[in-house]
């Protein structure tokens, strides 16, 4: 490796762990002048942050899988909930622990996303619409289920792995791993990233653009599966909904994706999109430290978004004004130079 590739690679590290570094350096300021406490305070903090961040990534992870193709996906909240209720209810009653519930639920969220990657390959419904109502009929499906009781997992010892921090740990690192060689070094993700710009040059050269669309779909299936169980173990309890509430989940973590998706000209897709997680994460724990409202919170984390988006949408305008503004200093500064 020569010393420019080397410099290159330094700075993309640097840019990539400079966002979360810095929200971490800014909200422990602010936390520290207000409540006199720092963000990470001791070990229920963190394991509160690996455990709301192993849910958030995985999610986050499964919105990539489609959305950079330009396949969003609202059906994903739906995917999750019936993916725990009927892996989770179905472990419980087998007598399985930790690890056998989150297999089962993974194998229901893979299926569930099987089952829309195939909808969608053959009707070529608008992924939008098509993920409407496949959000409407796996809501129903859940709610049916069980009594409508969805799944209680609060005070069941049998479930305490999925809780320990180590294991959580365990999970995201094995996630982070096959995802970064099905996205970066696989045939799949080879053939994913050609799709994602032109679709009609890839199939032409000879990629299945169905099959390929049907994998995404269910990975991102088995990937909110496992966001899902860790975050009703977290939580207790996991209710089924109606009416496309299960679309929240979508759009909750939308600003990790968009934020990721701009960190990865930096690294990677995976990597950042971890980065843009543990941000986000650690800035909601730091506006929790200073007591306030999950309201507000919400409005500084979408207003956030808000900026972060106008930003893409004018990232040419922006690079092309700074451009100028070099040419301009440069040309004042050689006519100065001639005037001498």
């Known amino acids: 490796m020569n010393k420019s590739a080397l410099r290159l690679n330094i700075k993309n590290a640097i840019c990539s762990l400079c966002v979360p570094v810095g929200i971490y350096l800014i909200m422990e300021i602010?936390?520290?002048m207000v409540t006199g406490a720092g963000v990470i305070n001791n070990m229920a903090d963190l394991k509160n942050l690996a455990r709301t961040f192993a849910s958030l990534f995985?999610?986050?992870?499964?919105?990539?899988?489609?959305?950079?193709?330009?396949?969003?996906?609202?059906?994903?909240?739906?995917?999750?909930?019936?993916?725990?209720?009927?892996?989770?209810?179905?472990?419980?009653?087998?007598?399985?622990g930790g690890i056998g519930t989150l297999v089962i639920s993974i194998l229901f969220g893979v299926i569930a996303g099987f089952l829309v990657g195939v909808a969608f390959v053959k009707t070529r419904i608008i992924p939008m619409i098509l993920g409407m109502g496949m959000a409407l009929i796996y809501e129903c499906i859940s709610f049916s289920a069980f009594g409508s009781k969805g799944l209680q997992t609060f005070g069941n010892s049998k479930l305490a792995i999925?809780?320990?921090?180590?294991?959580?740990?365990?999970?995201?690192?094995?996630?982070?791993?096959?995802?970064?060689?099905?996205?970066?070094?696989?045939?799949?993700?080879?053939?994913?990233?050609?799709?994602?710009?032109?679709?009609?040059?890839?199939?032409?050269?000879?990629?299945?653009?169905?099959?390929n669309c049907?994998?995404?779909?269910?990975?991102?299936?088995?990937?909110?599966?496992?966001?899902?169980?860790?975050?009703?173990?977290?939580?207790?309890?996991?209710?089924?909904?109606?009416?496309m509430d299960s679309r929240a989940t979508v759009m909750g973590n939308m600003f990790a994706v968009m934020l990721g998706m701009t960190l990865a000209r930096f690294s990677n897709s995976v990597v950042g999109?971890?980065?843009?997680?543990?941000?986000?994460?650690?800035?909601?724990?730091?506006?929790?430290k200073l007591?306030?409202?999950?309201?507000?919170?919400?409005?500084?984390?979408?207003?956030?978004?808000l900026i972060l988006m106008i930003y893409r949408m004018n990232e040419n305008e922006i690079k092309a004004w700074k451009k100028k503004k070099i040419r301009i200093a440069e040309a004042k500064r050689i006519r100065a130079k001639m005037a001498e």
Do not use: E
């Not at 049907?214 to 173990?233: K, N």
């Not at 919400?298 to 978004?305: G, P, R, S, W």
């Open 30 to 32: 602010i936390a520290r």
């Open 58 to 96: 995985c999610i986050a992870l499964a919105l990539s899988c489609n959305l950079p193709a330009g396949r969003m996906d609202f059906s994903l909240g739906s995917q999750m909930i019936l993916a725990v209720i009927f892996g989770g209810n179905i472990a419980l009653s087998l007598g399985m």
């Open 273 to 288: 999109i971890l980065m843009a997680v543990l941000s986000i994460k650690i800035l909601t724990l730091g506006l929790s």
């Open 162 to 211: 999925l809780s320990n921090v180590t294991f959580i740990s365990i999970v995201v690192l094995l996630v982070t791993l096959v995802m970064g060689y099905l996205f970066l070094m696989s045939p799949f993700g080879y053939n994913r990233k050609a799709i994602q710009g032109n679709q009609r040059i890839a199939m032409n050269s000879g990629i299945n653009i169905f099959s």
């Open 214 to 243: 049907i994998i995404c779909y269910t990975i991102a299936g088995g990937l909110v599966a496992i966001a899902g169980i860790f975050d009703t173990v977290f939580k207790g309890n996991l209710a089924p909904v109606l009416g």
């Open 291 to 305: 007591a306030l409202d999950n309201s507000v919170q919400t409005l500084v984390i979408y207003f956030l978004f």
